[in-house]
Protein backbone atom coordinates (compact mmCIF):
# COMPACT_ATOMS: atom_id res chain seq x y z
CA UNK A 1 0.00 0.00 0.00
CA UNK A 2 1.57 2.99 -0.99
CA UNK A 3 1.50 6.22 1.39
CA UNK A 4 1.68 8.90 -0.59
CA UNK A 5 -0.38 9.16 -3.88
CA UNK A 6 1.26 11.88 -6.91
CA UNK A 7 -1.28 13.76 -7.56
CA UNK A 8 -2.14 13.31 -11.25
CA UNK A 9 -1.70 15.79 -13.97
CA UNK A 10 -4.49 18.03 -13.97
CA UNK A 11 -6.20 17.47 -17.70
CA UNK A 12 -5.90 20.21 -19.99
CA UNK A 13 -8.49 23.31 -20.05
CA UNK A 14 -10.72 22.86 -23.38
CA UNK A 15 -10.97 26.43 -25.49
CA UNK A 16 -13.97 28.35 -24.10
CA UNK A 17 -14.47 26.13 -21.65
CA UNK A 18 -15.72 29.43 -19.38
CA UNK A 19 -18.00 30.73 -22.21
CA UNK A 20 -21.41 29.92 -20.44
CA UNK A 21 -19.81 31.13 -16.85
CA UNK A 22 -22.22 34.09 -15.73
CA UNK A 23 -23.23 35.44 -12.50
CA UNK A 24 -25.25 38.25 -13.41
CA UNK A 25 -25.84 40.72 -10.77
CA UNK A 26 -29.42 40.39 -8.90
CA UNK A 27 -31.07 43.34 -9.72
CA UNK A 28 -32.94 45.42 -7.03
CA UNK A 29 -36.66 45.71 -7.80
CA UNK A 30 -38.80 47.70 -6.85
CA UNK A 31 -42.46 46.29 -5.67
CA UNK A 32 -44.36 49.47 -5.11
CA UNK A 33 -43.50 50.85 -8.61
CA UNK A 34 -42.03 48.11 -10.57
CA UNK A 35 -42.37 50.38 -13.50
CA UNK A 36 -40.37 53.18 -12.16
CA UNK A 37 -36.84 53.66 -13.70
CA UNK A 38 -34.03 54.00 -11.77
CA UNK A 39 -32.26 57.73 -11.53
CA UNK A 40 -28.45 55.78 -11.18
CA UNK A 41 -26.30 57.72 -13.56
CA UNK A 42 -28.78 60.54 -15.05
CA UNK A 43 -25.85 63.22 -14.02
CA UNK A 44 -23.42 61.57 -16.10
CA UNK A 45 -25.69 60.16 -19.27
CA UNK A 46 -29.32 59.25 -20.78
CA UNK A 47 -30.91 56.00 -20.31
CA UNK A 48 -29.65 55.22 -24.11
CA UNK A 49 -26.21 55.83 -23.27
CA UNK A 50 -26.42 53.49 -20.33
CA UNK A 51 -28.00 50.75 -22.38
CA UNK A 52 -25.25 51.45 -24.64
CA UNK A 53 -22.67 51.64 -21.77
CA UNK A 54 -23.77 48.72 -20.65
CA UNK A 55 -23.66 46.20 -24.06
CA UNK A 56 -20.14 47.61 -24.04
CA UNK A 57 -18.92 46.20 -20.79
CA UNK A 58 -20.78 43.07 -21.56
CA UNK A 59 -18.67 42.73 -25.33
CA UNK A 60 -15.28 42.83 -22.89
CA UNK A 61 -16.53 40.74 -20.24
CA UNK A 62 -17.62 38.48 -22.86
CA UNK A 63 -14.80 38.60 -25.00
CA UNK A 64 -12.64 38.11 -21.44
CA UNK A 65 -14.66 34.74 -20.68
CA UNK A 66 -14.44 33.26 -24.42
CA UNK A 67 -10.25 33.75 -24.18
CA UNK A 68 -9.91 32.30 -21.06
CA UNK A 69 -8.40 28.95 -20.56
CA UNK A 70 -5.00 26.96 -20.19
CA UNK A 71 -2.64 30.50 -19.62
CA UNK A 72 -5.31 30.90 -16.69
CA UNK A 73 -5.21 27.64 -15.00
CA UNK A 74 -1.38 27.24 -14.89
CA UNK A 75 -1.45 30.89 -13.74
CA UNK A 76 -3.57 30.12 -10.40
CA UNK A 77 -1.73 27.00 -9.97
CA UNK A 78 2.18 28.23 -10.22
CA UNK A 79 0.68 30.89 -7.63
CA UNK A 80 -0.78 28.03 -5.10
CA UNK A 81 2.86 26.46 -5.77
CA UNK A 82 4.55 29.58 -4.72
CA UNK A 83 2.27 30.20 -1.81
CA UNK A 84 2.71 26.74 -0.39
CA UNK A 85 6.58 27.02 -1.02
CA UNK A 86 6.72 30.32 1.26
CA UNK A 87 4.85 28.12 3.98
CA UNK A 88 6.96 25.66 3.95
CA UNK A 89 10.26 28.02 3.95
CA UNK A 90 9.04 30.34 6.45
CA UNK A 91 7.94 27.22 8.79
CA UNK A 92 11.48 25.56 8.13
CA UNK A 93 13.51 28.32 9.12
CA UNK A 94 11.34 29.23 11.84
CA UNK A 95 12.24 25.28 13.59
CA UNK A 96 15.61 26.07 12.32
CA UNK A 97 16.98 29.23 13.36
CA UNK A 98 17.91 28.58 17.09
CA UNK A 99 20.39 26.51 15.69
CA UNK A 100 22.27 29.62 14.50
CA UNK A 101 22.53 30.63 17.87
CA UNK A 102 25.81 29.41 18.43
CA UNK A 103 26.89 30.98 15.19
CA UNK A 104 26.04 34.58 15.78
CA UNK A 105 23.49 36.82 17.08
CA UNK A 106 22.93 38.56 14.29
CA UNK A 107 22.42 35.47 12.13
CA UNK A 108 19.73 33.84 13.74
CA UNK A 109 17.71 37.30 14.19
CA UNK A 110 18.13 37.43 10.57
CA UNK A 111 16.51 33.79 10.41
CA UNK A 112 13.57 35.02 12.03
CA UNK A 113 12.65 37.76 10.48
CA UNK A 114 12.85 36.00 7.21
CA UNK A 115 10.89 33.10 8.78
CA UNK A 116 8.11 35.69 9.60
CA UNK A 117 8.05 37.35 6.51
CA UNK A 118 8.01 34.39 4.48
CA UNK A 119 5.26 32.87 6.58
CA UNK A 120 3.43 36.58 6.17
CA UNK A 121 4.21 36.49 2.56
CA UNK A 122 2.24 33.00 2.38
CA UNK A 123 -0.60 34.08 4.30
CA UNK A 124 -1.35 37.47 2.21
CA UNK A 125 -1.10 35.59 -0.92
CA UNK A 126 -3.37 32.74 0.31
CA UNK A 127 -5.55 35.56 1.13
CA UNK A 128 -5.63 37.72 -1.46
CA UNK A 129 -4.97 36.22 -4.54
CA UNK A 130 -6.18 32.47 -3.96
CA UNK A 131 -8.60 32.38 -1.12
CA UNK A 132 -10.57 35.66 -2.08
CA UNK A 133 -10.27 35.05 -5.55
CA UNK A 134 -11.06 31.57 -5.78
CA UNK A 135 -13.85 31.61 -3.19
CA UNK A 136 -15.81 33.94 -5.81
CA UNK A 137 -15.77 31.29 -8.24
CA UNK A 138 -13.65 32.88 -10.64
CA UNK A 139 -11.57 29.40 -11.50
CA UNK A 140 -15.08 27.60 -10.94
CA UNK A 141 -15.23 26.39 -14.83
CA UNK A 142 -11.56 24.64 -14.16
CA UNK A 143 -13.72 21.86 -12.56
CA UNK A 144 -10.50 21.54 -10.16
CA UNK A 145 -11.38 20.65 -6.78
CA UNK A 146 -7.87 22.36 -5.56
CA UNK A 147 -9.90 25.75 -7.18
CA UNK A 148 -13.62 24.95 -6.69
CA UNK A 149 -14.99 28.21 -4.70
CA UNK A 150 -17.98 25.94 -3.35
CA UNK A 151 -15.66 23.89 -1.63
CA UNK A 152 -12.60 25.92 -0.68
CA UNK A 153 -12.32 27.38 2.83
CA UNK A 154 -9.09 29.66 3.65
CA UNK A 155 -6.81 30.69 5.89
CA UNK A 156 -8.30 32.96 8.78
CA UNK A 157 -11.01 33.00 11.31
CA UNK A 158 -13.80 33.96 9.13
CA UNK A 159 -15.77 31.04 7.52
CA UNK A 160 -15.83 31.08 4.15
CA UNK A 161 -19.84 30.62 3.55
CA UNK A 162 -20.90 33.61 5.81
CA UNK A 163 -17.86 35.68 3.88
CA UNK A 164 -19.09 34.71 0.36
CA UNK A 165 -23.12 35.49 1.63
CA UNK A 166 -21.67 38.68 2.84
CA UNK A 167 -19.50 39.99 0.23
CA UNK A 168 -19.58 38.12 -3.31
CA UNK A 169 -23.74 38.67 -2.84
CA UNK A 170 -24.27 41.35 -0.55
CA UNK A 171 -21.76 43.76 -1.25
CA UNK A 172 -21.03 43.13 -5.19
CA UNK A 173 -24.76 43.46 -5.37
CA UNK A 174 -25.69 46.17 -3.62
CA UNK A 175 -22.76 48.26 -3.81
CA UNK A 176 -22.10 51.29 -1.63
CA UNK A 177 -25.81 51.17 -1.51
CA UNK A 178 -27.14 52.65 1.85
CA UNK A 179 -28.95 50.37 4.14
CA UNK A 180 -28.11 47.17 1.55
CA UNK A 181 -24.28 47.00 1.40
CA UNK A 182 -22.91 46.64 5.13
CA UNK A 183 -19.66 46.92 3.98
CA UNK A 184 -20.33 50.94 4.18
CA UNK A 185 -18.53 51.74 7.71
CA UNK A 186 -18.85 47.98 8.80
CA UNK A 187 -21.12 49.29 11.35
CA UNK A 188 -17.97 50.58 12.72
CA UNK A 189 -17.14 54.17 11.49
CA UNK A 190 -19.06 56.85 9.71
CA UNK A 191 -16.98 56.66 6.04
CA UNK A 192 -20.06 59.06 4.84
CA UNK A 193 -21.88 61.69 5.28
CA UNK A 194 -25.13 60.42 4.22
CA UNK A 195 -24.37 58.10 7.07
CA UNK A 196 -25.59 59.31 10.69
CA UNK A 197 -23.03 60.63 13.14
CA UNK A 198 -23.26 58.96 16.63
CA UNK A 199 -20.86 59.85 19.53
CA UNK A 200 -18.64 56.48 18.93
CA UNK A 201 -17.46 57.99 15.53
CA UNK A 202 -15.08 60.50 17.41
CA UNK A 203 -12.82 57.50 17.41
CA UNK A 204 -12.89 56.51 13.78
CA UNK A 205 -9.30 56.46 13.61
CA UNK A 206 -8.29 54.83 16.99
CA UNK A 207 -11.01 52.30 15.99
CA UNK A 208 -9.44 51.79 12.23
CA UNK A 209 -6.17 51.34 13.67
CA UNK A 210 -7.44 48.62 16.11
CA UNK A 211 -9.54 46.91 13.46
CA UNK A 212 -6.43 46.99 10.81
CA UNK A 213 -4.79 44.71 13.42
CA UNK A 214 -7.35 42.80 13.84
CA UNK A 215 -8.91 42.39 10.58
CA UNK A 216 -9.90 38.68 9.86
CA UNK A 217 -11.67 38.72 13.35
CA UNK A 218 -13.78 41.98 12.19
CA UNK A 219 -14.28 40.06 8.91
CA UNK A 220 -15.61 37.29 11.10
CA UNK A 221 -17.58 38.88 13.57
CA UNK A 222 -19.02 40.78 10.86
CA UNK A 223 -20.18 37.97 9.18
CA UNK A 224 -21.69 36.73 11.72
CA UNK A 225 -24.31 39.81 11.51
CA UNK A 226 -25.24 39.72 15.35
CA UNK A 227 -27.04 43.67 14.41
CA UNK A 228 -29.33 42.04 11.94
CA UNK A 229 -30.36 39.18 14.39
CA UNK A 230 -31.15 41.91 17.46
CA UNK A 231 -33.01 44.14 14.58
CA UNK A 232 -35.31 41.35 14.26
CA UNK A 233 -34.14 40.57 10.76
CA UNK A 234 -32.32 37.25 11.27
CA UNK A 235 -34.38 34.29 13.07
CA UNK A 236 -32.63 32.99 15.80
CA UNK A 237 -32.09 29.19 13.73
CA UNK A 238 -29.90 31.22 11.11
CA UNK A 239 -27.80 32.97 14.13
CA UNK A 240 -27.34 30.12 16.03
CA UNK A 241 -25.87 28.47 12.91
CA UNK A 242 -23.43 31.29 12.05
CA UNK A 243 -22.17 31.30 15.27
CA UNK A 244 -21.67 27.99 15.55
CA UNK A 245 -19.71 27.69 12.29
CA UNK A 246 -17.50 30.67 13.68
CA UNK A 247 -16.88 28.90 16.78
CA UNK A 248 -15.66 26.33 14.93
CA UNK A 249 -13.68 28.02 12.49
CA UNK A 250 -12.04 29.85 15.23
CA UNK A 251 -11.11 26.60 17.14
CA UNK A 252 -9.50 24.88 14.16
CA UNK A 253 -7.44 28.03 13.00
CA UNK A 254 -6.36 28.89 16.82
CA UNK A 255 -5.26 25.05 16.94
CA UNK A 256 -3.49 25.37 13.69
CA UNK A 257 -1.37 28.08 14.48
CA UNK A 258 -0.94 27.92 18.22
CA UNK A 259 -1.33 24.43 19.15
CA UNK A 260 -0.41 22.41 16.25
CA UNK A 261 3.11 24.39 15.13
CA UNK A 262 4.43 25.14 18.37
CA UNK A 263 3.70 21.78 19.34
CA UNK A 264 5.67 19.57 15.83
CA UNK A 265 8.96 22.23 17.60
CA UNK A 266 8.54 20.45 20.97
CA UNK A 267 11.60 17.42 20.20
CA UNK A 268 13.52 20.52 18.80
CA UNK A 269 13.61 22.12 22.16
CA UNK A 270 16.32 20.01 23.80
CA UNK A 271 18.99 20.44 21.06
CA UNK A 272 18.08 24.32 20.53
CA UNK A 273 16.53 26.07 24.10
CA UNK A 274 13.30 25.81 25.33
CA UNK A 275 11.97 28.75 24.04
CA UNK A 276 11.52 27.32 20.39
CA UNK A 277 7.72 26.83 20.72
CA UNK A 278 6.96 29.80 22.23
CA UNK A 279 8.98 31.31 19.04
CA UNK A 280 7.15 29.40 17.16
CA UNK A 281 3.66 31.08 18.40
CA UNK A 282 5.06 33.90 18.40
CA UNK A 283 6.30 34.16 14.78
CA UNK A 284 2.45 32.76 13.75
CA UNK A 285 0.78 35.50 15.52
CA UNK A 286 3.24 38.52 14.05
CA UNK A 287 2.28 36.70 10.30
CA UNK A 288 -1.00 37.07 11.03
CA UNK A 289 -0.54 40.43 11.84
CA UNK A 290 0.97 41.21 9.00
CA UNK A 291 -1.53 39.53 6.51
CA UNK A 292 -4.06 41.59 8.51
CA UNK A 293 -2.36 45.11 8.35
CA UNK A 294 -2.04 44.52 4.17
CA UNK A 295 -5.25 42.80 3.75
CA UNK A 296 -6.96 46.14 5.72
CA UNK A 297 -4.92 48.69 3.70
CA UNK A 298 -5.93 47.03 0.40
CA UNK A 299 -9.43 47.34 1.20
CA UNK A 300 -9.98 50.12 2.67
CA UNK A 301 -7.95 52.02 -0.12
CA UNK A 302 -10.00 50.11 -2.99
CA UNK A 303 -13.56 51.32 -1.30
CA UNK A 304 -13.21 54.63 1.01
CA UNK A 305 -10.62 57.39 -0.79
CA UNK A 306 -12.65 60.48 -1.36
CA UNK A 307 -14.76 60.44 -4.67
CA UNK A 308 -16.41 57.44 -3.94
CA UNK A 309 -20.03 57.82 -4.37
CA UNK A 310 -22.68 56.13 -1.96
CA UNK A 311 -26.39 56.32 -3.61
CA UNK A 312 -29.63 55.40 -1.95
CA UNK A 313 -31.93 52.84 -1.95
CA UNK A 314 -34.63 54.41 -3.82
CA UNK A 315 -32.35 55.69 -6.94
CA UNK A 316 -31.32 52.02 -7.53
CA UNK A 317 -34.38 49.92 -7.67
CA UNK A 318 -35.32 48.83 -10.85
CA UNK A 319 -31.72 49.57 -12.06
CA UNK A 320 -30.52 48.05 -15.71
CA UNK A 321 -27.59 46.29 -16.06
CA UNK A 322 -25.66 49.65 -17.35
CA UNK A 323 -26.54 51.39 -14.32
CA UNK A 324 -25.71 48.09 -12.29
CA UNK A 325 -22.19 48.64 -14.16
CA UNK A 326 -21.90 52.64 -13.59
CA UNK A 327 -22.56 52.10 -9.68
CA UNK A 328 -19.71 49.62 -9.78
CA UNK A 329 -17.21 52.59 -11.26
CA UNK A 330 -17.99 55.39 -9.15
CA UNK A 331 -18.67 52.93 -5.92
CA UNK A 332 -14.52 52.11 -5.92
CA UNK A 333 -10.98 53.20 -6.50
CA UNK A 334 -7.71 51.32 -7.92
CA UNK A 335 -3.91 51.60 -6.48
CA UNK A 336 -1.95 51.98 -8.85
CA UNK A 337 1.48 50.23 -9.00
CA UNK A 338 3.78 47.06 -10.19
CA UNK A 339 2.99 44.15 -11.39
CA UNK A 340 4.55 42.25 -8.29
CA UNK A 341 2.42 44.80 -6.13
CA UNK A 342 -1.23 43.58 -8.05
CA UNK A 343 -0.33 39.77 -7.31
CA UNK A 344 0.32 40.83 -3.83
CA UNK A 345 -3.20 42.71 -3.38
CA UNK A 346 -4.59 39.85 -5.16
CA UNK A 347 -5.37 42.29 -8.41
CA UNK A 348 -7.48 44.00 -5.79
CA UNK A 349 -5.70 46.64 -6.84
CA UNK A 350 -7.58 46.97 -9.71
CA UNK A 351 -10.91 47.33 -7.61
CA UNK A 352 -13.01 48.91 -10.24
CA UNK A 353 -12.23 45.99 -12.09
CA UNK A 354 -13.37 43.61 -9.72
CA UNK A 355 -16.58 45.49 -9.32
CA UNK A 356 -17.04 45.21 -12.42
CA UNK A 357 -16.08 41.58 -13.32
CA UNK A 358 -15.87 40.12 -9.81
CA UNK A 359 -16.24 36.17 -11.23
CA UNK A 360 -13.69 36.77 -13.66
CA UNK A 361 -9.99 35.40 -12.76
CA UNK A 362 -8.42 38.80 -11.39
CA UNK A 363 -5.28 37.89 -13.42
CA UNK A 364 -6.90 39.55 -16.51
CA UNK A 365 -8.10 42.94 -14.65
CA UNK A 366 -5.08 44.39 -15.69
CA UNK A 367 -5.86 44.05 -19.87
CA UNK A 368 -9.76 44.84 -19.07
CA UNK A 369 -8.64 48.33 -17.13
CA UNK A 370 -7.82 49.21 -20.56
CA UNK A 371 -10.87 48.71 -21.48
CA UNK A 372 -12.96 50.15 -19.05
CA UNK A 373 -10.62 53.47 -18.89
CA UNK A 374 -11.42 53.75 -22.90
CA UNK A 375 -15.25 53.60 -21.88
CA UNK A 376 -14.31 55.89 -18.91
CA UNK A 377 -12.96 58.46 -21.27
CA UNK A 378 -15.85 57.89 -24.19
CA UNK A 379 -18.70 58.69 -21.38
CA UNK A 380 -16.93 61.28 -19.15
CA UNK A 381 -16.60 59.30 -16.19
CA UNK A 382 -13.97 59.47 -13.26
CA UNK A 383 -11.37 57.17 -13.11
CA UNK A 384 -10.57 57.04 -9.25
CA UNK A 385 -6.98 55.81 -9.22
CA UNK A 386 -3.44 56.58 -7.16
CA UNK A 387 -0.78 55.05 -5.60
CA UNK A 388 -0.75 53.20 -2.14
CA UNK A 389 0.15 56.29 -0.68
CA UNK A 390 -2.33 58.69 -1.67
CA UNK A 391 -5.80 56.39 -1.41
CA UNK A 392 -4.40 55.69 2.51
CA UNK A 393 -4.01 59.49 2.89
CA UNK A 394 -7.66 59.98 1.52
CA UNK A 395 -8.99 57.38 3.52
CA UNK A 396 -7.73 58.93 6.70
CA UNK A 397 -8.54 62.43 5.99
CA UNK A 398 -12.04 61.22 5.05
CA UNK A 399 -12.09 59.17 8.71
CA UNK A 400 -10.72 62.27 10.53
CA UNK A 401 -13.05 64.64 8.79
CA UNK A 402 -16.51 62.62 9.19
CA UNK A 403 -15.40 61.46 12.80
CA UNK A 404 -16.73 65.32 13.96
CA UNK A 405 -20.33 65.77 14.89
CA UNK A 406 -22.00 67.64 11.97
CA UNK A 407 -23.92 70.97 12.27
CA UNK A 408 -27.09 69.67 11.21
CA UNK A 409 -29.15 67.64 13.48
CA UNK A 410 -30.82 65.55 10.88
CA UNK A 411 -27.41 64.31 10.10
CA UNK A 412 -27.05 63.09 14.25
CA UNK A 413 -28.09 59.60 14.84
CA UNK A 414 -29.53 60.56 18.48
CA UNK A 415 -31.30 63.59 17.71
CA UNK A 416 -34.71 63.87 17.91
CA UNK A 417 -34.83 65.36 14.73
CA UNK A 418 -32.88 62.29 12.85
CA UNK A 419 -35.09 59.80 14.88
CA UNK A 420 -38.63 61.19 13.10
CA UNK A 421 -36.78 61.26 9.95
CA UNK A 422 -35.70 57.46 10.47
CA UNK A 423 -39.56 56.59 11.52
CA UNK A 424 -41.38 58.41 9.44
CA UNK A 425 -39.21 56.46 6.51
CA UNK A 426 -40.10 53.43 7.57
CA UNK A 427 -43.60 54.25 8.16
CA UNK A 428 -43.42 55.19 4.47
CA UNK A 429 -42.01 51.85 3.27
CA UNK A 430 -44.13 49.95 5.70
CA UNK A 431 -47.30 51.64 3.64
CA UNK A 432 -46.05 50.82 0.39
CA UNK A 433 -45.58 47.38 1.42
CA UNK A 434 -48.89 47.14 2.21
CA UNK A 435 -50.35 48.76 -1.07
CA UNK A 436 -47.58 46.26 -3.32
CA UNK A 437 -49.40 43.61 -1.57
CA UNK A 438 -52.99 44.28 -2.19
CA UNK A 439 -52.13 45.26 -5.44
CA UNK A 440 -50.60 42.13 -6.13
CA UNK A 441 -53.67 40.22 -4.02
CA UNK A 442 -56.28 41.77 -6.16
CA UNK A 443 -54.15 41.08 -9.49
Known sequence: MKLFRRRSKP??????????HN???????????????????????????LEEFGRELDEVRQRVLDDLGQEDADYIRRVIKVQR??????????????FLLP?????????????????????????????????????????????????????NVAPAQEWKHGHNYIHHTYTNIHGMDRDIGYNMFRIDEDQPWYPSHRFNLPLAFILMLVFEWGVMYHGIELDEYLAGRMDKKEFQGRKKRAYAKIRRQLAKDYLLYPALSLPL?????????????????????????????????????ADVETFQEEDAKNETRGQWYLRQILGSANI??????????????????????PDIP?????????????????YGLRYNTG??????????????????????PYKVGNSPESKALRRAKREAEAAAREAAEKRHAAV
Not at 11 to 20: F, G, H, Q
Request: glycine residues 6%; charged residues 20%; proline residues 6%.
Open 85 to 98: SFEVLGRVVLFGFP
Open 23 to 49: RAPVPLVSLEDPNRPSTIGLDYMTYEQ
Open 269 to 305: APFTAWWVPLAVFGANFVANIIRNIWTFLVIFCGHFP
Open 362 to 378: ARRYREVSEDVKRLVEK
Open 336 to 357: SGTPLFHVMTGNLSHQIEHHLF
Open 103 to 155: VSTAAWVTALVAGVVLLGLAKIIENMEIGHNVMHGQYDWMNDPLVDGKRYEWD
Open 387 to 408: RLSKQLASVARKLHQLSHKPDD
Open 11 to 20: APIEPLSASD
